[in-house]
């Protein structure tokens, strides 16, 4: 007969044996945030963290940005495909939670994300083999900056474009300085001042993206683009326009353009401040104007100026020099509080009630913002 406690230790080790071989079967299912994979030759970049939209994290810049670079040199890669899993999003913007929190106690994650992230988005936007961005769902912050500087960008009817950060006490980073202002008229400035959302083919009409293919359609494309025998860019091009469906663009005056005619009427188009704006808009009376008034009211009159300054200059910058500005700016927001304070109000507790400080654009004064804007010295981001 065996001693109780004797019983009860191997009864134990077992057990300990069952749970390690559980624990092993568990680890073994944990999925990877992002896939990386050669599917005949292009290389395919697959976002896999659907439950938080996608979201980009630090691990997952770390693993995306030496694979590109290899594949940009590699004599089997022809090409690369980025796309995200889960159906909802391409991916909803930077992992801010984990920034805000480091920048809190003076972690480098908040140096690290920030000048990593931006390095990714200037390999991308330098990437001498096509680069497609399949932007089928949820494409903010983060996720622009994975998509847009590549040379194509497929929307579909599921994708929902913004750019949001002055909500949060940010600016529209990852490079929307150089893009932004490229886009047609004000629009640009609208989408990076007011967050507002373009939806679907408007994301192409905007030149956000390049092409406009039914999500239905998308695997497809995808594997007749895979099929692709050593494509140039033009052979790229020619799949992708044969998916474009043409039909119904011009049969309604689509929302952009409704859109932009009430940029041009309004505010955004007059006034060489971002002041002058919000009064024109108060001035103007319009629903449309009306609501945009409010929609900055409720935004970090820091942010504001901030984005109004970094647009203006980087409108006539390189995409490098736009990035080492936009590193300087988001080194700014970590020193700040606005930023810290947006994402309390609108991800943390979501009272979307942030207490702004300075709380009006009137009280930021140039002095602030020029500092925002200056060298970090050896500190800055170097591409």
């Known amino acids: 007969h065996h001693h109780p406690l004797l019983a009860s230790s191997s009864r134990l080790r077992s057990l300990c044996r069952l749970k390690r071989i559980q624990g092993h079967m568990m680890s073994t299912h944990v999925e990877p945030e992002v896939l990386l994979e050669k599917v005949g030759r292009a290389g395919v970049i697959t976002m896999n963290r659907p439950k938080v939209l996608n979201a980009l994290n630090l691990t997952m810049i770390r693993q995306i940005y030496p694979q590109l670079k290899k594949w940009e040199t590699d004599n089997d890669t022809d090409f690369v495909i980025i796309k995200a899993a889960g159906g909802k999003a391409f991916?909803?913007?930077?992992?801010?939670?984990?920034?805000?929190?480091?920048?809190?106690?003076?972690?480098?994650?908040?140096?690290?994300?920030?000048?990593?992230?931006?390095?990714?988005?200037?390999?991308?936007g330098t990437c001498r083999k096509p680069y497609i961005a399949l932007i089928d769902g949820i494409t903010m912050g983060g996720g622009?900056?994975?998509?847009?500087?590549?040379?194509?960008?497929?929307?579909?009817?599921?994708?929902?474009?913004?750019?949001?950060?002055?909500?949060?006490?940010?600016?529209?980073d990852v490079g929307g300085g150089y893009f932004l202002p490229r886009l047609r008229g004000r629009l640009g400035l609208f989408l990076a001042l007011t967050g507002f959302r373009l939806k679907g083919r408007d994301v192409q009409r905007a030149g956000v993206a390049t092409h406009f293919v039914e999500s239905k359609k998308i695997p497809d494309l995808e594997k007749e683009l895979v099929d692709l025998k050593s494509p140039s860019a033009e052979d790229v091009t020619r799949v992708l326009d044969t998916y474009q469906n043409k039909v119904g663009i011009f049969t309604h005056l689509s929302l952009i353009t409704r859109v932009e005619l009430k940029i041009s009427k309004t505010a955004l188009v007059g006034s060489d401040s971002v002041e002058g704006i919000m009064q024109n808009l108060?001035?103007?009376?319009?629903?449309?104007?009306?609501?945009?008034?409010?929609?900055?009211?409720?935004?970090?009159?820091?942010?504001?100026?901030?984005?109004?300054?970094?647009?203006?200059?980087?409108?006539?910058?390189?995409?490098?020099?736009?990035?080492?500005?936009?590193?300087?700016?988001?080194?700014?927001?970590?020193r700040g509080c606005d930023f810290y304070e947006g994402v309390r109000a609108v991800l943390v507790d979501k009272d979307q009630n942030p207490k702004w400080n300075p709380s009006t654009v009137e009280e930021v004064s140039d002095e602030s913002l020029e500092h925002c804007f200056s060298s970090l010295g050896e500190r800055d981001l170097t591409l």
């Not at 930077?94 to 931006?118: H, M, N, S, W």
């Not at 504001?304 to 020099?321: E, F, N, V, W």
Request: hydrophobic fraction near 40%.
């Open 91 to 124: 991916c909803a913007g930077g992992d801010i939670r984990a920034v805000t929190e480091a920048g809190k106690v003076g972690d480098p994650l908040a140096q690290d994300f920030f000048r990593e992230e931006y390095i990714l988005n200037n390999a991308i």
């Open 144 to 172: 622009v900056g994975l998509s847009v500087h590549g040379r194509f960008r497929v929307a579909t009817e599921k994708t929902l474009f913004a750019m949001p950060e002055t909500a949060i006490g940010l600016f529209p």
């Open 282 to 334: 108060k001035a103007d009376g319009s629903e449309f104007a009306k609501k945009q008034a409010e929609t900055l009211s409720k935004m970090s009159p820091t942010s504001l100026k901030i984005t109004y300054k970094q647009l203006q200059a980087g409108a006539s910058m390189s995409l490098q020099d736009v990035l080492v500005m936009e590193y300087r700016l988001s080194q700014a927001c970590m």
